[in-house]
């Protein structure tokens, strides 16, 4: 005969409502899980969608995404001739906002060589930009569609959407769009008509622009790259970084502090569901002082009052976390961000969530074993 | 009417109760000396605040006497302190009681109310389950397993606690007051029913009660007076009760 399932069941609805509230509570740890993973893999795939062997930035930077890294606009043919390099192309990053029926839009421009490395992987519709200017392809998430014209830049020209690609975004969530290197350096480097006349009247000069941020290069695979990055790095202005050094960089130092953030809210969460599922379980034990003081009286030993409150703190806790897993994967699809789980995380807040029920039970327990079973005699309660 | 052979089942010497220390304290029982033969039923009385609930709480084990021995089924339980490390497991091997108030578990239907008492002494579900129905049955209350006990009468919730508290076959049982709720038609019944279980099962039965209608239900009054024995002069060993 099983005390805890039978008392559950006698107080179903209390029951149920306790646990829709708990699987909210540990939905939202579950879905922090998730933003948690896909920061993690949004920064990771800005570093892969590149391609890239070998990443040639300024020197003593850790660029283009930790710091900015500026090198000049030739260093490409600098870096295709260097042993093992097989192809190379200039990129330049910049994050731009613009105005899309009324409302702000940010979109993370990557200006690439078409025909080098550099460029979008794979189109999920439209096709590659053709054309030397006013082009884009653009991540699905920005909700452009094929044909449709952006705005960008200070001189109002217009882009023409002409590819569409899928889950291409920044670690902060921004869609990623490519145009051609010479219009993201426009973009980056002109002025705007006013302040480009005063910066004529004070004798400066617009056309030292041809500026770039990195130089991707694809390394023969009969080369080690270690040796073509130590040949790179010859040079006093640049340094070379290697595909995984990039990549930590990114998930590690790049997103460090949105990283701790959710770390931090993740650890108040379980805090605060640790709480609650400790005043849960008290006040279920609470309110069955006087049973527990007739068990004890008839002679049933601490183990049996022990494993009555262990049990259904545990049964609140599974039913709980399985009620708030089901719930993250139906709204998921309605996040803002991408959600991405891995199952040793979403395992990891379901050890997380048994070992603070048990945690949380200790406070029931002690309650019930102080319980004195002459408060059976006490008048009816 | 005491056979000889019957042996005493719960024996008290010398038992001494108090609460608190110094101008607080308040001697509860003093010097009690009591033997209770199996198949008796026996009735402890007294005025309010004389000691009856101390003393049936000493004898259950659920209070530690402050000296005096207690002797229960032939095992000596205390001597000046505990003899027994388990004193639950002597509770439920040795010792039915009946509160005041049924006091039965509100999750639990009528038969697993019996049954939880039985599945606790080791007894399989089956057979505890199977046991249970038997005694809500010889209580006549078989109609009622399935009842919760929000679900049942006063009456019937009483009956599925005295169920419980014989379901173990204990040789000792203890009740404060169980016909307080009762009617005195129901009050009868119930006292009727003890003295048939304490012949059954031959066990000794001490009901504490204020209830004068069912004295002559007792075979040996207890009267309590200020936490002492009275004397046997204002007891009495009711005449006229076949047994
Ligand atoms: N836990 C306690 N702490 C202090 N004093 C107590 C305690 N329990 C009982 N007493 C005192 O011991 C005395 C006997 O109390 P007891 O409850 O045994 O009386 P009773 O005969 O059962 O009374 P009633 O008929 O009202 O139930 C009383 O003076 C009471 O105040
Ligand atoms: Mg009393």
Redesign the pocket.
Known sequence: MNLAYRDIKHNLLRFVLTNFGLSLLLGIVIMMTGVYGGLIDDALRQARAANADLWVVEAGTNGPFAESSRIPGDTRELVSRVYGVQRAGSVTYQSVQTELNGAPHRLFLIGFEPGRPGGPRQLSAGRDILRGHYEMIVDRSAGLELGQEVMLGTRDHKFSVVGLMRSEVTSSGDPVAYITLRDAQALQFELAPPASRREQARGGSMETNDQINAVIAKVSPYVPVAETAAALSRWKHLTALTQVQQETLLSKFVIEKARKQQLLIMVLLIIVSAVIIALIIYTMTMDKVRSIATLKFVGAPDRTIIGLIVQQSLSLGITGYVAGLALVFIFRPFFPRRLVFDPESVMAVFAITIVVCLAASTLGIRLALKVDPAEALSAAG | MTEPGRQAVVRVEHLSKH??AGSAR?D?LIDINMEVPSGQVVGLM?P????????LNCMACILEPSGGRLTLDGEAVYDDHWLKADLRRLRLDKIGFIFQYPNLLPFLDATDNVAVVLHLAGLGAAAAHKHAVELLDYLEVGHRKHAMPAQLSGGEAQRVAIARALANRPRIILADEPTAPLDSARARIVMDLLRRIAIDQSAAIIV?T?DEMILDRFDHIYR?RDGRLETDELSRAPAGVDH
Request: aromatic share 6%; net charge positive; glycine share 24%.
């Open positions: 609460f608190g308040v509860a007294g309010s605040g004389s000691g009856k609930t101390t003393l504490v204020h309590l």
